[in-house]
């Protein structure tokens, strides 16, 4: 370390590119959300049962554009040793989402002989929407807003590709301070 001037050390360029791998993944997020929210409805639709399968959900369908009964994706997922039917809905929506879609969701299990479903936002849920969606004796609806829907896309790579890792090379400075001979 002796031969490393004072800035040397101060100036960490390894920070430095990662922080502008940051900035740069960042930047690519607001993209893709940019993408999601202006998006046809129905390939949004297309979009959400591709995070589907690739979270591992079998038999996806997307539904017809009419007489879906608010659900727009079917499909099958493996809970322990049970296959259940999942019904999503999709709101490509900056508004909040309020109690009355849960409802409507609920209400159209049946009709696809499904226990539970999904309601997906690229929005925000209204605060009461988490207490109605897991209220007690009634089938569980999970809420994804917007946020999460990114975190969802980017972990099962739906949206977005992954650039190759860059390579860092590090001097093994301690090797050298041991090679030191007094």
């Not at 994706?73 to 929506?93: A, D, P, W, Y």
């Not at 093994?172 to 041991?178: A, G, M, T």
Request: proline share 3%.
């Amino acid at each position: 370390m002796a031969w490393q001037s004072a800035a040397e050390r101060q100036t960490d360029p390894r920070k430095e590119l990662l922080d502008a791998v940051k900035r740069y993944n960042q930047q690519q997020k607001e993209l893709l959300r940019e993408q999601i929210s202006t998006m046809n409805p129905y390939k949004f639709e297309h979009l959400v049962g591709q995070l589907l399968e690739a979270m591992g959900y079998e038999q996806v369908e997307v539904t017809k554009a009419s007489g879906d009964k608010g659900v727009d994706v079917v499909g099958k997922v493996q809970v322990g040793i049970t296959t259940i039917t999942e019904v999503v809905q999709v709101k490509r929506m900056q508004n909040t989402i309020t109690r009355p879609f849960i409802d409507q969701l609920r209400g159209a299990l049946p009709y696809h002989k499904a226990i539970r479903g999904t309601l997906i936002t690229t929005g925000k849920f209204a605060a009461k929407c988490a207490e109605a969606a897991l209220f007690p004796g009634a089938a569980p609806i999970t809420l994804i807003d917007g946020d999460r829907l990114l975190e969802l896309l980017i972990e099962n790579n739906v949206g977005i590709r992954r650039s190759n890792a860059v390579e860092l090379l590090d001097v093994d400075l301690q090797l050298f301070d041991e090679l030191d001979i007094e």
